[in-house]
Nanobody, 128 residues
Framework: QVRLVESGGGLVQAGGSLRLSCAAS????????MCWFRQTPGKTREFVAA????????GYADSAKGRFTISRDNAKNTVYLQMNSLKPEDTAVYSC?????????????????????WGQGTQVTVSS
């Protein structure tokens, strides 16, 4: 059974930092793009960041650029999201995701349809 399990969420004051982790099990994703999305009640899932298989190329939503950094450790089958200078509008459930059979491991999608596996999510709350 393939599982993606997020950790590291919590409550933080505006301007603070959090580091999210997503550990995969059941299969290796070392040849797959991985990503982070977030969602708030009543809104659609929003792309945050993605990273290709070897970590050399990554992409970010405009809202995340300059503040968030995605990284991965293929030896640990884990992807991370370092979030700095957090704002109240970053409050959401953050979910990691991975592509199951990428047509190209060096391409990442910014849409949820590009990913096959999803974690349950971790809550991030930023207070003002």
């Amino acid at each position: 059974q393939v599982r993606l399990v997020e950790s590291g969420g919590g409550l933080v004051q505006a301007g603070g930092s959090l580091r999210l982790s997503c550990a995969a099990s059941g299969r290796t994703f070392s040849s797959s793009p991985m990503c982070w999305f977030r969602q708030t009640p009543g809104k659609t899932r929003e792309f945050v960041a993605a990273i290709i298989w070897n970590g050399r190329i990554s992409g970010y939503a405009d809202s995340a650029k300059g503040r968030f950094t995605i990284s991965r450790d293929n030896a640990k089958n884990t992807v991370y999201l370092q979030m700095n200078s957090l704002k109240p509008e970053d409050t959401a459930v953050y979910s990691c995701c991975a592509s199951g059979n990428p047509s190209s491991p060096s391409f990442y999608s910014t849409g949820p349809e590009g990913y096959d596996y999803w974690g349950q999510g971790t809550q991030v709350t930023v207070s003002s």
